[in-house]
């Protein structure tokens, strides 16, 4: 077995995107602030001085232009990585991503597909309120013909971009903003691409299932650890893929635990979650010992003020208590 | 004398005059057509007509070669034809069937074809312009001498992702042609009450492009500028730009009942017609004959007949087929495990 090393969730970003700009000439890195600032969350530092502004291509902000020009440019042959400073911001770029790169493939009858990389932060937890903090992820699962992935650990962070550039189809990650400082342990060496198809288990437990991903991963973590001290044994599945969904993996989990709580950073209504839990009532109504909970957001626009904001989104103690109803303690 | 596509000048040899007056009658009797089929209800949904227009594809088109890309609107049947796309896939894609050249997943708005490189007809007013922006940086980062013609209405210049596209496409210097055929409404509202600026040409120059005024009613001078154009801009000189005014003959769509504007306003533009002026102009100096023009005519009857026999015979997609497309099979080696 290889050595490990420990690394930070922005350096296997960073690691990621150098990887791919090495290992195929098509790829380029196209944003707002990618180049010389080094990116927003400063993933991009030090590329600009490595392959040059062809590749690593500071844009104007006109988000709806250069997420259409990425479209562009990867139904003309070359693997572009577009970098969209927040979810917030993305909703400029929307019309591109909704009506040309997910439509594409379908309304020419299959003729053209639209092989691009779809980078943004996403979620609250660093106090910058209503206009840098919303998770709209749910937005794009939403859209058949998309991909939409969302690392919570280093690894994914290392290994999905490489596996989303060999995917033909457009795929959008979502990295959390409160994930860039979290730091984990990779293997020095050797092929880190990881599968962007599967949901995972990350903790396995007996009594109750817990559905997350992306930032609220180490929520339902924390909260896993403080119900073990009470002899409560968890199961913490990280979807890891938004859509399509691997029900699969949930409806396994749930069959043998037969309590579920899903725990998402978008607001309630109209939420991941209600699709994953009409999924779960669908299709193991009759496996669930008890209704199924919901950890979410807050109906409110993320506010600024730090104790507004932590009351507004899923916390661990949040994530205790639902677990608790379910299991009627 | 030879002719083609790269070259500047425009030699008017009887062949070429034939060939530009062949594509425009085509156009015309291949909407005629449509309208026909839509009030049969063999065409349904949206149908936006190109009649009118024809001069501005037809001639844009000669510019171009067949490694150059193509981007256009939701009123591209002329684009499509112009640009080479098979009649008989083109007008089985107006009746939605699988045969159409999207399998009649598109339908009148949405005509695509990869073998001509011709990235569709894009319903989104402004749409299509970033997606050109990025066809030419592909082009570009690839070393390759191809231009990418982006045609779009004059309603366009009042959306956001025109000046994106604008400022884009200067910036980086791409290959492109960008061709506004201001036809003078955006659906039903006019120019003037529509943008502060009216001179759309003024809103690329503003952007440090090279653009030019065209009158789009003359098959010849939009050739003639779409070939200036298409050499600079594979020259290296960056996007170029040129606003055809153009009139529409027909309602915005078969739903329009054209309250905006006055009939007296429709008729004194057709006197001025593409077709009519060809016509008339090709006549007097004895390029063509009328003769000639009765043998388009059948020539064309007999193409689109076959067009639509193709289109009444060809099969539906089976609704069993109903999610294909929607994502692509991954690429060999990409799946690895967790």
Same mark, same amino acid.
């Given at each position: 077995?290889?050595?490990?090393?420990?690394?930070?969730?922005?350096?296997?970003?960073?690691?990621?995107?150098?990887?791919?700009?090495?290992?195929?000439?098509?790829?380029?890195?196209?944003?707002?602030?990618?180049?010389?600032?080094?990116?927003?969350?400063?993933?991009?530092?030090?590329?600009?001085?490595?392959?040059?502004?062809?590749?690593?291509?500071?844009?104007?902000?006109?988000?709806?232009?250069?997420?259409?020009?990425?479209?562009?440019?990867?139904?003309?042959?070359?693997?572009?990585?577009?970098?969209?400073?927040?979810?917030?911001?993305?909703?400029?770029?929307?019309?591109?991503?909704?009506?040309?790169?997910?439509?594409?493939?379908?309304?020419?009858?299959?003729?053209?597909?639209?092989?691009?990389?779809?980078?943004?932060?996403?979620?609250?937890?660093?106090? $910058? +309120? &209503?206009?840098?903090?919303?998770?709209? #992820?749910?937005?794009?699962?939403? =859209?058949?013909?998309? !991909?939409?992935?969302? /690392?919570?650990?280093?690894?994914?962070?290392?290994?999905?971009?490489?596996?989303?550039?060999?995917?033909?189809?457009?795929?959008?990650?979502?990295?959390?903003?409160?994930?860039?400082?979290?730091?984990?342990?990779?293997?020095?060496?050797?092929?880190?691409?990881?599968?962007?198809?599967?949901?995972?288990?990350?903790?396995?437990?007996?009594?109750?299932?817990?559905?997350?991903?992306?930032?609220?991963?180490?929520?339902? $973590? +924390? &909260?896993?650890?403080?119900?073990?001290? #009470?002899?409560?044994?968890?199961? =913490?599945?990280?979807? !890891?893929?938004?859509? /399509?969904?691997?029900?699969?993996?949930?409806?396994?989990?749930?069959?043998?635990?037969?309590?579920?709580?899903?725990?998402?950073?978008?607001?309630?209504?109209?939420?991941?979650?209600?699709?994953?839990?009409?999924?779960?009532?669908?299709?193991?109504?009759?496996?669930?010992?008890?209704?199924?909970?919901?950890?979410?957001?807050?109906?409110?626009?993320?506010?600024?003020?730090?104790?507004?904001?932590?009351?507004?989104?899923?916390? &661990?103690?949040?994530?205790?208590?639902?677990?608790?109803?379910?299991?009627?303690? | 004398?030879?002719?083609?596509?790269?070259?500047?000048?425009?030699?008017?040899?009887?062949?070429?005059?034939?060939?530009?007056?062949?594509?425009?009658?085509?156009?015309?009797?291949?909407?005629?057509?449509?309208?026909?089929?839509?009030?049969?209800?063999?065409?349904?949904?949206?149908?936006?007509?190109?009649?009118?227009?024809?001069?501005?594809?037809?001639?844009?088109?000669?510019?171009?070669?067949?490694?150059?890309?193509?981007?256009?609107?939701?009123?591209?049947?002329?684009?499509?034809?112009?640009?080479?796309?098979?009649?008989?896939?083109?007008?089985?894609?107006?009746?939605?069937?699988?045969?159409?050249?999207?399998?009649?997943?598109?339908?009148?708005?949405?005509?695509?074809?990869?073998?001509?490189?011709?990235?569709?007809?894009?319903?989104?007013?402004?749409?299509?312009?970033?997606?050109?922006?990025?066809?030419?940086?592909?082009?570009?980062?690839?070393?390759?001498?191809?231009?990418?013609?982006?045609?779009?209405?004059?309603?366009?210049?009042?959306?956001?992702?025109?000046?994106?596209?604008?400022?884009?496409?200067?910036?980086?210097?791409?290959?492109?042609?960008?061709?506004?055929?201001?036809?003078?409404?955006?659906?039903?509202?006019?120019?003037?009450?529509?943008?502060?600026?009216?001179?759309?040409?003024?809103?690329?120059?503003?952007?440090?492009?090279?653009?030019?005024?065209?009158?789009?009613?003359?098959?010849?001078?939009?050739?003639?500028?779409?070939?200036?154009?298409?050499?600079?801009?594979?020259?290296?000189?960056?996007?170029?730009?040129?606003?055809?005014?153009?009139?529409?003959?027909?309602?915005?769509?078969?739903?329009?009942?054209?309250?905006?504007?006055?009939?007296?306003?429709?008729?004194?533009?057709?006197?001025?017609?593409?077709?009519?002026?060809?016509?008339?102009?090709?006549?007097?100096?004895?390029?063509?004959?009328?003769?000639?023009?009765?043998?388009?005519?059948?020539?064309?009857?007999?193409?689109?007949?076959?067009?639509?026999?193709?289109?009444?015979?060809?099969?539906?997609?089976?609704?069993?087929?109903?999610?294909?497309?929607?994502?692509?099979?991954?690429?060999?080696?990409?799946?690895?495990?967790?």
């Amino acid at each position: 077995m290889s050595a490990m090393r420990r690394i930070s969730y922005r350096e296997a970003v960073r690691e990621a995107l150098r990887e791919a700009l090495l290992r195929d000439e098509r790829v380029f890195l196209m944003g707002e602030d990618v180049g010389r600032y080094g990116g927003s969350y400063a993933c991009s530092m030090g590329l600009l001085a490595e392959f040059g502004e062809q590749r690593i291509r500071d844009t104007p902000l006109c988000e709806s232009g250069f997420v259409g020009a990425s479209i562009g440019a990867a139904m003309n042959g070359m693997r572009p990585i577009v970098e969209v400073m927040t979810v917030n911001f993305s909703m400029l770029a929307l019309d591109q991503i909704v009506n040309t790169a997910a439509a594409v493939r379908h309304m020419s009858g299959g003729q053209f597909s639209v092989p691009v990389v779809i980078r943004m932060a996403t979620g609250a937890g660093r106090q $910058l +309120a &209503a206009q840098h903090s919303h998770s709209l #992820e749910c937005w794009y699962a939403h =859209v058949p013909g998309i !991909r939409a992935v969302a /690392p919570a650990t280093v690894a994914d962070a290392r290994g999905m971009l490489w596996t989303a550039l060999l995917d033909q189809n457009p795929v959008v990650v979502f990295e959390h903003a409160t994930l860039y400082n979290d730091e984990g342990d990779l293997p020095a060496e050797g092929d880190l691409a990881v599968d962007i198809e599967h949901a995972v288990v990350r903790r396995p437990g007996r009594d109750v299932t817990l559905i997350t991903y992306g930032g609220s991963l180490k929520k339902a $973590l +924390a &909260a896993a650890d403080a119900l073990a001290a #009470e002899g409560v044994e968890s199961e =913490v599945i990280d979807l !890891r893929v938004l859509r /399509p969904l691997d029900t699969p993996t949930l409806l396994e989990s749930v069959r043998r635990t037969h309590r579920a709580v899903i725990i998402d950073e978008g607001w309630r209504s109209g939420s991941l979650s209600g699709e994953i839990a009409a999924q779960l009532a669908e299709q193991a109504f009759y496996d669930l010992d008890a209704p199924i909970a919901r950890v979410c957001s807050a109906e409110v626009p993320i506010p600024y003020a730090r104790h507004l904001e932590i009351a507004a989104t899923p916390q &661990a103690e949040g994530i205790v208590a639902a677990v608790r109803s379910v299991l009627r303690r | 004398m030879s002719h083609s596509a790269g070259e500047t000048k425009v030699r008017l040899t009887r062949e070429h005059a034939r060939e530009l007056m062949r594509q425009m009658i085509l156009i015309r009797r291949f909407e005629e057509k449509c309208a026909e089929l839509y009030t049969q209800e063999k065409i349904r949904g949206f149908l936006h007509l190109y009649s009118g227009e024809e001069a501005n594809a037809v001639g844009v088109m000669q510019a171009l070669t067949a490694d150059d890309a193509v981007v256009t609107t939701y009123r591209e049947h002329g684009h499509a034809l112009a640009r080479g796309l098979p009649i008989n896939a083109v007008m089985a894609e107006m009746y939605g069937k699988v045969t159409g050249c999207s399998r009649g997943h598109g339908g009148s708005m949405h005509l695509f074809g990869a073998a001509q490189r011709f990235y569709g007809g894009n319903a989104i007013v402004g749409g299509g312009l970033p997606l050109a922006v990025g066809l030419a940086l592909a082009d570009k980062l690839l070393g390759r001498p191809h231009v990418t013609c982006c045609f779009f209405g004059d309603g366009a210049a009042a959306e956001g992702e025109f000046h994106e596209s604008m400022n884009l496409a200067a910036l980086w210097r791409l290959p492109i042609v960008f061709v506004c055929e201001n036809n003078l409404y955006g659906m039903g509202t006019a120019l003037d009450r529509a943008e502060s600026v009216t001179d759309i040409r003024r809103h690329a120059e503003s952007y440090g492009m090279h653009a030019e005024t065209v009158d789009g009613m003359n098959v010849v001078d939009v050739e003639v500028a779409a070939r200036r154009a298409a050499e600079a801009v594979r020259a290296g000189e960056g996007p170029r730009f040129m606003e055809n005014h153009t009139y529409r003959f027909r309602a915005h769509s078969m739903f329009d009942p054209e309250l905006y504007r006055s009939k007296a306003e429709v008729e004194e533009w057709k006197k001025h017609g593409p077709i009519v002026r060809f016509t008339e102009w090709t006549l007097d100096n004895n390029t063509l004959h009328r003769d000639d023009i009765a043998a388009i005519e059948a020539e064309v009857t007999q193409l689109i007949d076959e067009a639509v026999a193709f289109a009444e015979q060809s099969p539906w997609e089976p609704v069993t087929d109903l999610l294909r497309d929607v994502y692509a099979p991954r690429e060999a080696g990409g799946a690895v495990a967790p």
